[in-house]
């Protein structure tokens, strides 16, 4: 035997001796993190609604760590926008999407149906499929206490309101807003301007601004910008933020906002699709959920009216009160509910003023 043959022979043995002790481990592929769409309706900017919900995305984000990654689109408009911006998603790999207004509700149906395996979340709406989850907060409780607070705090008995389209939801809160007004203050009235705009800063300061000039010396909006509270400050009434505390648009005018914090939802949704249990559900989350919060009170606001809010507060979320509790008329006079609670059904498609709230309302988008 050749000394080249003997030493190529040892290699082989000792090789196959390292193979026997050091057994081969097989490699399983790390799983790929699930991609995670959103689709805001205006920009994120410092506070509003889309702001509010991409303090959510990240939320989840930092959740689920490297479970999920996501990818966002802001100032999509309603329609056929966002039926192209959907599907772009899907197309790319985004096994689950967040769509984020109302007026999304359609394109999301529609793009659901042709991507039967992905997973889908509307926010606001009323239509689900097989593959499409809504979800939504009962904005119309905290509406109902920043209501309490603009009925102790205004010197002319008068509110004024920024509202965007004339849909059930923003209906809702004009009417919680009066009823909580009311039950404080039975003078209180509320006056409406309709921007038919979610985001139109110039519009809804001018909407603001009328509101103020007409007597309104609390503002409140249903819209995506700070502008009424911006505009509150200017003329040195009082105001209420929506979506998120605004209190630095308006440090003497905001007494408190109603805010909505959609992290924890963002978070338990998404870890359920990770985990292959996601189904479409019909969420509709308040103050004992979390979904709605109060900011802190402006230090003008008394402290037995602090109290009387935080009371209402936990009766409402230990389901003690119900801003909609009847006997309810509308403007016009006319009973709409007896007595007891609305029912979520009911609530839905609420298309009246309550009595306190002047003028008529609009058609609905």
Known sequence: MSRL????????????ALTLAFPVVAQTPAKEPL????????????????????????????????????????SVPEGADAERVIRELAQSGHNLIFTTSFGYMNPTIKVAKQFPKGMFEHATGYKSDKNVGIY????????????????????????????????????????????GMRSVNPKGEVKVIWVN?????????????TLISQGGDVVTHHTDSTAAVQA????????IGYHSDMAKYGPNAQLTAVTHNWGQ????????????????????????????????FNKVVPQDVQDTVKKAEAEIAAGKLHPFTGPIKDNAGKERLAAGPMTDDVLS???????GV????????
């Open 5 to 16: 043959f003997r030493r190529i022979t040892f290699a082989a043995v000792a090789a196959c």
């Open 35 to 74: 991609k995670i769409g959103f689709i805001y309706v205006s920009p994120i900017g410092d506070a509003g609604w889309t702001y509010q919900h991409d303090i959510a995305r990240k939320e989840m984000e930092k959740s689920l760590g490297g479970k999920v990654t996501t990818k966002f689109i802001e």
């Open 136 to 179: 939504n907060a009962r904005f119309y409780e905290g509406r109902y206490l920043a209501g309490i607070v603009a009925g102790k705090m205004t010197k002319t008995n008068t509110a004024g309101y920024v509202a965007a389209f004339p849909i059930p939801e923003v209906v809702m809160g004009i009417n919680a807003f009066t009823r």
């Open 197 to 209: 705009s979610w985001f139109d800063p110039g519009r809804e300061r001018e909407a603001a601004d």
């Open 232 to 239: 509150a400050e200017a003329k040195k009434v009082y105001a």
């Open 265 to 296: 939802y963002y978070t338990r949704v998404a870890q359920s699709a990770v985990d292959g249990k996601w189904k479409p559900d019909n969420v509709w989350g308040g103050i004992k959920d979390g979904f709605i919060k109060m900011a802190p």
């Open 349 to 355: 498609k609420m298309d009246y003023y309550v009595e």
């Open 358 to 365: 002047q003028g008529k309302l609009p058609a609905s988008k």
